[in-house]
Every structure is written in structure tokens, then in C-alpha cells.
């Protein structure tokens, strides 16, 4: 069953073809990061206007290099939410108006489900269940994943995102827009043993997270340096290891009270590689595998998209021919098919 992903929930646009059998076909992604730049972040509606000119160039590039036409496209998946909501309805649309076209089904998939099954995209796929980490721009948790479909929440920031985190660090560091690869980049100069960060949230019982504290840290310990370059260097690998231990603290607890052996970790800040040796360590010493997605099935993408779509699609679920948006969708409203 070949079916062509959509995801436009915040500024990338990413198509895919994904195959039930013969795996992933093609996949195209298109960043916003130079529209974005001058603005330190997103712009909700220099997005939708740039997912409106991009989306459909897109799709025929990927069926042009998945060697596919429109006929061989048997279903649709799209990201219906949390995301933003006009960015979100340029998705929905284009993606219910193909599948009126073609008369395939079309299926509303949930962007976080997008980024836990993303691991299965890979040649050494993670069985179910499973213990997923998800760490990104707007979401950082712990959930216990039973099988698609069936996630239940152990633990959740409370304020900012690990990714958002990252960037607002990185903002405070004079660094460019998107800020956390930036911030990983100039952490790789610094000396680990000048400063030391609290790990925040670690010192109590629970799986909860929580990172502003830790922003404001930040910017009271470069307040007191000089502002040289190795000074923002130092300060960039203590946030960065800060992070990294209080993710790996939260995660061996994780392990521990479900007493799962298999850990996946997705979003985009999982392709940050001090975050990800540090949970192969941790794998190591529980004797637990760790699974995560190349780098580019990390952020945003239509691969995930198209792979959660198909599974829906193969396990029966139908939508009605209704345009689905919703910029927000907690994820435990989600039931299996």
C-alpha cells in the first residue's frame, strides 16, 4: 500500500511516499530556516504562505522520485495537529482535496505519533512495547508505548521544551536562528568542568520536566563572565550537559518503573549527539537497547508522517471526508485502529 505523507505543522514541509512492503519510497523536505531567520523564530504566517507555494511542487517531486504517479497512491496521511493551525489547514486541505481526486482514503495523523513511530522507519525498527522519549521544539516526554495507538504519559515538561530551551540559550549566546544545532556546535570548545548546572527536577521523586529555571541560570552565570568567546563556549557545554544528564536521569527512572529493555528516542533535539551517546550509555548500563531515528527523521518530515498514516490505513482505520486541524491534540485522546 503506497502512501504519500504530508506534514506542514510548523515550518517545514515534508512529503514522502511510504510503502507497506517495500518500505520508504521517496521523501522530500523543504525548511523555512532563511524565511524565519530575521525573526528569531517562527512566523506563523510566513509559514502557511510558504507551505501554500511549496506543497504541491513537492508532491510531484516525490512521486517523480519515487519513479510513482498519482495512480499508484492508494491512501494520504496528513499532520492534523498539534501544530499550528494555518500551516496545519494548508496540510489538511491539499491532502483531502488529492484524495477526492485520486479516490483514496485519506487519514488525520497526529504529529507526535509521527515522531515516536519514526524509529520504525529504520533497518533495526524497535519492537512493541517500548519506552519513548520525546524531546523537540514544543514537546519534551516520557511515554510508554504499547502499541500504535496506545500511549500512556509517565512524564511531561511543565514550562519550556528541551528544544526551546536550547534555542532561547542560544539566543542569549548571540547565536542564529535555529538555535540548538548552533548551541551543540559551540558546546563542542567548551570546558565540561568550569561550570556546573543544576539538573533541574532531578532531586524529587517523579518524571516530570522542567528547563526555564535552567534558561535563567544560564543567563545569570554568563551575566558574570566577560563574554568571551571560550566563555560562551563553557557556558554552551554546561547547558548542554545539564540537559543531556537530567533527560538520561528521567529516563533511567523510566526504564526502572516500567521495566521495559527497549528506549526510543525522537524529536529534533534527539539528533543532538552529546544527548544521544549519553542514553546509549545509559542503554549499556541497564541493560536495555536504545533506538533512534537518523538525523533527518528527527525534525519535522513527511517520511513519519506517511509510515503512521500507512499503519493506520493497514489496520483499518477510515476517516470521514472531513478537513481535520487541530492545533491542539493531546496525545492520549488517540486510540488504536
Request: charged share 20%; proline share 6%; hydrophobic share 45%.
Given at each position: 500500500m503506497?502512501?504519500?505523507g504530508?506534514?506542514?505543522s510548523c515550518d517545514?514541509?515534508?512529503?514522502?511516499?511510504y510503502?507497506?512492503?517495500?518500505?520508504?519510497?521517496?521523501?522530500?523536505?523543504?525548511?523555512?530556516?532563511?524565511?524565519?531567520?530575521?525573526?528569531?523564530?517562527?512566523?506563523?504566517?510566513?509559514?502557511s504562505?510558504d507551505?501554500?507555494r511549496?506543497?504541491?511542487?513537492?508532491?510531484?517531486?516525490?512521486l517523480?522520485?519515487?519513479g510513482a504517479?498519482?495512480?499508484?497512491?492508494?491512501?494520504?496521511?496528513?499532520?492534523a495537529?498539534p501544530?499550528?493551525?494555518g500551516?496545519l489547514?494548508?496540510?489538511?486541505?491539499?491532502?483531502?482535496?488529492?484524495?477526492?481526486?485520486?479516490?483514496?482514503?485519506?487519514?488525520?495523523?497526529?504529529?507526535?505519533?509521527?515522531?515516536?513511530?519514526?524509529?520504525?522507519?529504520?533497518a533495526?525498527?524497535?519492537?512493541?512495547p517500548?519506552l519513548?522519549?520525546?524531546?523537540?521544539?514544543g514537546h519534551?516526554?516520557?511515554?510508554?508505548?504499547?502499541?500504535?495507538?496506545?500511549?500512556r504519559?509517565?512524564?511531561?515538561?511543565?514550562?519550556?521544551?528541551?528544544?526551546?530551551?536550547?534555542?532561547?540559550?542560544?539566543?542569549l549566546?548571540g547565536l542564529?536562528?535555529p538555535?540548538?544545532?548552533?548551541?551543540?556546535?559551540?558546546?563542542?570548545r567548551?570546558?565540561?568542568?568550569?561550570?556546573?548546572f543544576?539538573?533541574?527536577?532531578?532531586?524529587?521523586?517523579?518524571?516530570?520536566?522542567?528547563f526555564?529555571?535552567?534558561?535563567?541560570y544560564?543567563m545569570?552565570?554568563?551575566?558574570?563572565?566577560?563574554?568571551?568567546g571560550q566563555?560562551?563556549?563553557?557556558v554552551a557545554?554546561?547547558?548542554?550537559?545539564a540537559?543531556?544528564?537530567?533527560?538520561?536521569?528521567?529516563?533511567?527512572?523510566?526504564?526502572r518503573l516500567?521495566?521495559?529493555?527497549?528506549?526510543?528516542?525522537?524529536?529534533?533535539?534527539s539528533?543532538?549527539r552529546?544527548i544521544?551517546?549519553?542514553?546509549r550509555?545509559?542503554?549499556?548500563?541497564e541493560?536495555?537497547?536504545?533506538?533512534?531515528p537518523?538525523?533527518?527523521?528527527?525534525?519535522?518530515?513527511?517520511?513519519?508522517?506517511?509510515?503512521?498514516?500507512?499503519?493506520?490505513?493497514q489496520?483499518?482505520?477510515?476517516?470521514?471526508?472531513?478537513?481535520c486541524?487541530?492545533?491542539r491534540?493531546?496525545?492520549?485522546?488517540?486510540?488504536?485502529?
Amino acid at each position: 500500500m503506497p502512501v504519500l505523507g504530508i506534514e506542514t505543522s510548523c515550518d517545514e514541509t515534508g512529503v514522502a511516499l511510504y510503502d507497506a512492503h517495500r518500505g520508504l519510497l521517496a521523501h522530500v523536505l523543504h525548511s523555512q530556516t532563511t524565511i524565519h531567520a530575521d525573526y528569531g523564530g517562527v512566523v506563523p504566517e510566513l509559514a502557511s504562505r510558504d507551505h501554500v507555494r511549496r506543497l504541491v511542487p513537492l508532491v510531484r517531486q516525490t512521486l517523480r522520485d519515487a519513479g510513482a504517479a498519482a495512480g499508484d497512491v492508494e491512501g494520504i496521511a496528513y499532520t492534523a495537529g498539534p501544530g499550528l493551525i494555518g500551516a496545519l489547514l494548508v496540510g489538511a486541505s491539499v491532502a483531502r482535496s488529492l484524495a477526492w481526486a485520486w479516490r483514496v482514503p485519506a487519514v488525520a495523523v497526529h504529529h507526535l505519533e509521527g515522531h515516536l513511530l519514526a524509529p520504525l522507519l529504520e533497518a533495526a525498527a524497535p519492537e512493541f512495547p517500548f519506552l519513548a522519549l520525546l524531546v523537540s521544539g514544543g514537546h519534551t516526554l516520557l511515554a510508554e508505548v504499547a502499541e500504535l495507538g496506545r500511549y500512556r504519559i509517565l512524564g511531561e515538561s511543565q514550562d519550556d521544551a528541551a528544544g526551546e530551551a536550547f534555542d532561547k540559550t542560544a539566543k542569549l549566546l548571540g547565536l542564529g536562528y535555529p538555535g540548538g544545532p548552533a548551541l551543540a556546535r559551540l558546546a563542542e570548545r567548551g570546558d565540561s568542568t568550569r561550570f556546573q548546572f543544576p539538573r533541574p527536577m532531578t532531586d524529587r521523586p517523579g518524571l516530570d520536566f522542567s528547563f526555564s529555571g535552567l534558561k535563567t541560570y544560564t543567563m545569570n552565570v554568563l551575566r558574570d563572565t566577560q563574554g568571551t568567546g571560550q566563555d560562551r563556549a563553557d557556558v554552551a557545554r554546561a547547558f548542554e550537559d545539564a540537559v543531556a544528564d537530567t533527560l538520561v536521569i528521567k529516563c533511567r527512572r523510566a526504564l526502572r518503573l516500567t521495566g521495559m529493555k527497549r528506549l526510543v528516542a525522537a524529536g529534533g533535539v534527539s539528533a543532538n549527539r552529546t544527548i544521544r551517546q549519553r542514553l546509549r550509555d545509559l542503554a549499556a548500563e541497564e541493560n536495555a537497547q536504545v533506538y533512534f531515528p537518523r538525523p533527518e527523521f528527527c525534525t519535522d518530515n513527511g517520511a513519519m508522517i506517511a509510515l503512521a498514516g500507512c499503519l493506520r490505513l493497514q489496520a483499518g482505520q477510515s476517516d470521514p471526508p472531513l478537513i481535520c486541524a487541530r492545533a491542539r491534540w493531546p496525545l492520549t485522546e488517540l486510540t488504536p485502529p
